[in-house]
């Protein structure tokens, strides 16, 4: 088992930046891809960003290529999603997911989430 807690979300301005954290806790980190999704109220789940375990490969969804960007720390098992140039569309509950070994922008393949934090941004 695997618990995800996810933190850094709040208001902030169109253009503005945050940074989301994500800590594990339970089992081990390693060997996990962890992954950020983003639902939007009405709007299904969606992908957002994904990084594998060992060789640290980042895949993006097309809205947030060259805005956001995906890193872990296993020492501290922990993963962030830096969020720069924040649009209103951008405005939605973000949850951290934890799979095991290949990444997946397919939310159904994750096997653990986070409860969310919610992100808004003002125009």
């Known amino acids: 088992q695997v618990q995800l807690a996810e933190s850094g979300g709040g208001l902030v301005q169109a253009g503005g930046s945050l940074r989301l954290s994500c800590a594990a806790s339970?089992?081990?980190?390693?060997?996990?891809?962890m992954g950020w999704f983003r639902q939007a109220p009405g709007k299904e789940r969606e992908f957002v960003a994904v990084?594998?375990?060992?060789?640290?490969?980042?895949y993006y969804a097309d809205p947030v290529k060259g805005r956001f960007t995906i890193s872990r720390d296993n020492a501290k098992n922990t993963v962030y999603l830096q969020m720069t140039s924040l649009k209103p569309e951008d405005t939605a509950v973000y949850y951290c997911?934890?799979?095991?070994?290949?990444?997946?922008?397919?939310?159904?393949?994750?096997?653990?989430w986070g409860q969310g934090t919610q992100v808004t941004v003002s125009s």
């Open positions: 997911a934890a799979k095991r070994s290949a990444v997946s922008l397919s939310a159904a393949g994750y096997d653990y």
């Open positions: 339970g089992r081990t980190f390693s060997n996990y891809a």
């Open positions: 990084v594998s375990w060992a060789t640290l490969n980042t």
